[in-house]
């Protein structure tokens, strides 16, 4: 780990690999920002942009994460339920925390941080965002993925994280990465016990963590106390281009073709890749053009809606 004490975030750069699931520490645990009071009053502004998602401690594994919070609907508004978090049966995201503009500060610290680190074998950081999950005991966060890489602290509580490899097809075939990166569907991924044995896990108290790399499934359970964790995200030149690769394979399985795995036929990936951001950019040209805000996965910070 570093030997810097001043780092929020302690990574192992010399052995740092942006593809690589590895354990990491951080320093975040009394941070002013990251305590229940605080994270209350955060809630009700956050609320009332509708950038809360929450589920009852009913969701397991299995259920499917897009809809888990109408499946097993937490009734109790935000506030309430981070106040009685240890008796609500509830899990919560409060979401795209860098729209607030004091934890906006907060994200560009941490990121700010990692980012000469990342920078040395990921360039071109950008779409930051921040995650903070506070759950209930015994709660558990359904297998998904996400596509940013991907910094999760524990804060509070302890909990346990089970991740598996972005390119392990047993845990997420080819054709669910392909969907989801096209459509933000989760429907192609499907939860089975049997791939706890493929996982790695990490057992997380206080100052630890993990950093996941896109699209790595994980699956997450709470420890028999409240939690509080929270991710700092981002995409890169090598993430968007992997996303857009993935969305390309996926109209081509809608015209009726079998593309290769992403990786496999560099001219295809290149040509694909040319073609779609060409396509891409002159649609944000457009858009620029008529006055309309640009929709971009290269924008400084993840976009909320």
Same mark, same amino acid.
């Given at each position: 780990?570093?030997?810097?004490?001043?780092?929020?975030?302690?990574?192992?750069?010399?052995?740092?690999?942006?593809?690589?699931?590895?354990?990491?520490?951080?320093?975040?645990?009394?941070?002013?920002?990251?305590?229940?009071?605080?994270?209350?009053?955060?809630?009700?502004?956050?609320?009332?942009?509708?950038?809360?998602?929450?589920?009852?401690?009913?969701?397991?594994?299995?259920?499917?994460?897009?809809?888990?919070?109408?499946?097993?609907?937490?009734?109790?508004?935000?506030?309430?339920?981070?106040?009685?978090?240890?008796?609500?049966?509830?899990?919560?995201s409060l979401l795209n925390v860098q729209?607030?503009?004091?934890?906006?500060?907060?994200?560009?610290?941490?990121?700010?941080?990692?980012?000469?680190?990342?920078?040395? $074998?990921?360039?071109?950081?950008?779409?930051? !965002?921040?995650?903070?999950?506070? +759950? *209930? =005991?015994?709660? #558990?966060?359904?297998?998904?993925?996400?596509?940013?890489?991907?910094?999760?602290?524990?804060?509070?509580?302890?909990?346990?994280?089970?991740?598996?490899?972005?390119?392990?097809?047993?845990?997420?075939?080819?054709?669910?990465?392909?969907?989801?990166?096209?459509?933000?569907?989760?429907?192609?991924?499907?939860?089975?016990?049997?791939?706890?044995?493929?996982?790695? $896990?990490?057992?997380?108290?206080?100052?630890? !963590?993990?950093?996941?790399?896109? +699209? *790595? =499934?994980?699956? #997450?359970?709470?420890?028999?106390?409240?939690?509080?964790?929270?991710?700092?995200?981002?995409?890169?030149?090598?993430?968007?281009?992997?996303?857009?690769?993935?969305?390309?394979?996926?109209?081509?399985?809608?015209?009726?073709?079998?593309?290769?795995?992403?990786?496999?036929?560099?001219?295809?990936?290149?040509?694909?890749?040319?073609?779609?951001?060409?396509?891409?950019?002159?649609?944000?040209?457009?858009?620029?053009?008529?006055?309309?805000?640009?929709?971009?996965?290269?924008?400084?910070?993840?976009?909320?809606?």
């Amino acid at each position: 780990m570093s030997a810097d004490a001043d780092r929020l975030i302690e990574v192992d750069w010399g052995t740092f690999d942006p593809w690589r699931i590895q354990a990491v520490r951080h320093r975040l645990m009394d941070h002013p920002l990251l305590q229940l009071p605080s994270l209350v009053e955060l809630s009700k502004r956050l609320e009332s942009r509708g950038r809360v998602r929450t589920h009852s401690s009913d969701a397991t594994p299995g259920t499917p994460f897009n809809t888990a919070p109408k499946l097993h609907p937490n009734h109790m508004t935000a506030a309430s339920t981070l106040q009685q978090i240890e008796q609500a049966k509830a899990w919560m995201s409060l979401l795209n925390v860098q729209t607030d503009d004091t934890y906006r500060t907060l994200v560009d610290d941490v990121l700010d941080d990692v980012k000469p680190g990342v920078d040395r $074998v990921d360039p071109g950081m950008c779409y930051r !965002g921040g995650w903070i999950f506070i +759950t *209930s =005991p015994n709660t #558990v966060t359904p297998f998904h993925f996400d596509k940013e890489h991907n910094f999760i602290l524990q804060v509070s509580g302890r909990k346990t994280i089970y991740v598996w490899d972005h390119r392990d097809t047993v845990a997420a075939s080819e054709e669910a990465r392909d969907r989801f990166h096209a459509c933000h569907e989760r429907d192609r991924l499907h939860w089975d016990e049997s791939l706890r044995a493929r996982a790695t $896990v990490f057992h997380l108290e206080p100052g630890q !963590g993990a950093y996941m790399p896109s +699209t *790595s =499934p994980h699956m #997450v359970e709470n420890g028999d106390n409240a939690s509080v964790t929270i991710s700092f995200t981002y995409y890169t030149h090598a993430t968007r281009r992997d996303s857009l690769l993935h969305a390309a394979h996926e109209r081509m399985r809608g015209w009726g073709m079998h593309p290769p795995a992403v990786g496999q036929n560099a001219l295809l990936d290149f040509l694909l890749h040319a073609g779609f951001r060409t396509a891409i950019d002159s649609r944000e040209w457009l858009r620029r053009s008529l006055g309309k805000q640009p929709y971009t996965d290269g924008a400084a910070y993840a976009i909320a809606g």
